[in-house]
């Protein structure tokens, strides 16, 4: 980082400290004279949404856990009376609890770009792994977040999300008991969940960190999926980038302070404003809506698998959908690998094009299906066998379309170039 | 010895006292680890709360009642004659998680266990006779619909076992120990 040639800063200071630590070059590199694709659509504003989401959020949980008790008999007044006596409280609570919703809408839309545009294919992957690592991370920082204001919906959720641990065969009991630190969701499991709602949330700065690192080691890809070949292809990061990611962010902050002050309350369950009762469970146990489409996949396998004609049971159903719920992501990380197609952008593979489409529309209908009730009916059939379709569907798009397809598809015909592309009329 | 096979014999050596160091930092940060881990298991006074005596005098034919163990519910029923009869006339080959009725009570009118679905862990309804019990009588899970029968075994719905008994024992006629 220290070696290669420093322009002179005019500002005599910045260029004294400069000299010694050259964090202004760094910078003016990376976030200055950056070349960038100049034909960036407004799919690419989410990363910068992202960051300043997670800045959001570390700020208004750092003043929330100066006011919040991690203690079963005391959290859930502690966030009582966050919204009704701490000054600019409820502003606090409202901004970091529909911070979280708001943070998954741009990371969900920053994932389907990178699917849709081919982003994680070569040079990207590693930027591409760390970006599922990050949603990870993120999912984890969100459970736990969501069991400490201590309601129903918390001791519930937590109750049937660390349960699903006691499926994995002969040590399952063992690590349920060891993440509880009892033998339920109690009050050892409230105060090591604050601590590491703590934790993550760096964690996750730091991964971020490492992503933006790979980032700016490849470049960006674009929405044509094609190589920048000269200086024509590109822009300066600044003031081109700064100023259409600042305008982004703006549209975005609109929407997100609309839900603050007006519905805030609409993105989660009114259960979680009954404190938590462990002898009582709510009638109808739902996630919050950015865990619906994985609960929906977990709760399709129903049925165990096993030796046919007999009553061996290999995977049980519980394990069974465990193992679909977790891979419906892990599969993320061998994207780049299933998917070996030459053209990224689905802009030139017309079949792809059409089937993640489908899969986007799948999988938003498994979100629904995750809302619904478990014994719920449509046209008389059992929601469980749409939510078994959706799922094959999902599976059957990454584990045997994209590799079909990466051998068959025939693609459009490519520009030359981005600046032929963007130059030439029609586009 | 020549030069190039003392080097190579150099390289293997280098190479051995490279792994063996970098084998046992491994080592040594797990040995460090692992008390860490520990710390997360149940700690030496959440353990001590895991017995707990019950006067079940109270209890009417027919109903039960709920206590709390281990931060967990524990129904006690007190099971009528016609309980009994249809948890002891099930064809246990038929059950999912087979089980005699005898296993699993001490006194076949008490029907002592542990409250929470073995799907995912909620707490199932029935333990009033106001409340749904499902098809066979027993109790009806809330959250994904698994029904258990009047000796607690699942009959019908996504949970694989039969609600846990739990260690106890009769201390008198009218007070049971749980744990
Ligand atoms: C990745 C970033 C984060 C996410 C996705 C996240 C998510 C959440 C969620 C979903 C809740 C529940 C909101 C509710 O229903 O009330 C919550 C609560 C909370 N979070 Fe975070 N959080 C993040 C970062 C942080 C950080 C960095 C801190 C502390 C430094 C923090 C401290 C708290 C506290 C004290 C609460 C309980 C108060 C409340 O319920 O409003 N959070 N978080
Ligand atoms: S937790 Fe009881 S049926 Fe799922």
New binding site residues.
């Given amino acids: 980082m220290g070696s290669g040639t420093r322009e002179k800063f005019d500002n005599p200071v910045v260029d004294w400290v400069d000299e010694r630590l050259p964090i202004f070059t760094l910078m003016q590199r990376e976030y200055g004279v950056f070349p960038t694709p100049k034909n960036f659509n407004y799919f690419w504003n989410f990363g910068a949404i992202l960051m300043f989401m997670?800045v959001v959020?570390?700020v208004t949980?750092?003043f929330?856990?100066m006011h919040?008790t991690a203690n079963t008999e005391l959290a859930f007044d502690a966030?009582e009376r966050?919204m009704r006596d701490v000054n600019g409280g409820w502003l606090m609570?409202y901004i970091?609890?529909n911070g979280?919703s708001f943070?998954f809408i741009a990371v969900y839309l920053h994932i389907f770009r990178g699917m849709y545009y081919g982003s994680y294919k070569a040079p990207r992957e590693i930027l591409w792994i760390l970006g599922v690592v990050i949603f990870l991370l993120?999912m984890g920082?969100?459970f736990i977040?969501?069991v400490?204001?201590w309601g129903q919906m918390s001791l519930w959720g937590a109750t049937v999300i660390t349960n699903l641990f006691s499926a994995i065969p002969v040590v399952g009991e063992y690590i349920v008991t060891l993440l509880w630190g009892g033998f339920s969701v109690d009050n050892p499991t409230l105060t090591r969940f604050f601590a590491l709602?703590?934790l993550?949330?760096f964690v996750?700065f730091a991964v971020v960190f490492l992503h933006v690192w790979a980032l700016h080691v490849t470049g960006s890809n674009n929405p044509l999926g094609i190589d920048t070949k000269g200086p024509q292809d590109t822009l300066p990061f600044h003031p081109y980038y700064t100023m259409k990611d600042t305008f982004g962010l703006i549209v975005f902050l609109i929407a997100y302070a609309a839900v603050i002050f007006f519905f805030p309350n609409s993105l989660?369950h009114p259960d979680?404003y009954i404190p938590a009762d462990p002898l009582v469970t709510p009638a109808h146990i739902v996630p919050?809506w950015y865990f619906l489409p994985f609960y929906a996949m977990l709760r399709a396998i129903t049925f165990d698998i096993g030796v046919p004609f007999t009553d061996i049971v290999i995977i049980s159903a519980k394990l069974g959908g465990v193992i679909v719920m977790f891979s419906s992501i892990l599969i993320w990380v061998v994207l780049p690998w299933l998917d070996s197609h030459p053209i990224r952008s689905a802009k030139y593979r017309p079949i792809f094009q059409k089937l993640i489409l489908i899969l986007l529309v799948d999988f938003i209908f498994l979100g629904y299906l995750g809302a619904e009730a478990a014994d719920a009916k449509y046209f008389g059939i059992p929601v469980n066998y749409f939510g078994l379709a959706a799922t094959a569907y999902y599976f059957l798009f990454f584990l045997v379309f994209l590799p079909v397809l990466s051998k068959l598809e025939k693609g459009r015909e490519m520009p030359p170039s981005i600046n032929e592309a963007v130059t030439s009329k029609g586009h | 010895m020549t030069d190039t096979a003392d080097k190579a014999d150099n390289e293997n050596r280098r190479d051995f006292l490279q792994l063996t160091a970098a084998g046992m930092g491994a080592v040594g940060a797990v040995a460090a680890a692992a008390p860490l881990v520990n710390s997360l298991n149940p700690a030496a006074d959440t353990l001590a709360l895991s017995t707990i005596e019950v006067d079940i005098s109270g209890i009417p034919v027919g109903e039960s009642r709920t206590v709390f163990w281990q931060g967990k519910p524990v129904f006690i029923r007190h099971r009528t004659e016609e309980e009994i009869k249809e948890a002891q006339d099930v064809d246990v080959s038929a059950l999912s998680d087979k089980q005699t009725d005898e296993e699993r009570v001490q006194k076949p009118e008490w029907l002592i266990a542990v409250g929470i679905c073995t799907h995912l862990g909620c707490v199932p309804n029935g333990s009033k006779s106001t409340e749904p019990r499902g098809e066979y009588g027993g109790w009806l899970c809330p959250c994904h619909g698994s029904h258990y029968d009047t000796s607690g075994r699942i009959r019908k719905g996504p949970a694989p076992k039969n609600l846990p008994v739990p260690k106890y024992e009769f201390i008198s006629d009218t007070v049971v120990k749980i744990g």
Avoid: K, Q
């Fill in positions: 997670l959020m570390i949980g750092l929330l856990a919040y966030v966050i609570r970091h609890m979280a943070f993120m920082t969100a977040g969501y400490l204001p709602h703590f993550l949330p996750i989660g979680n919050e």
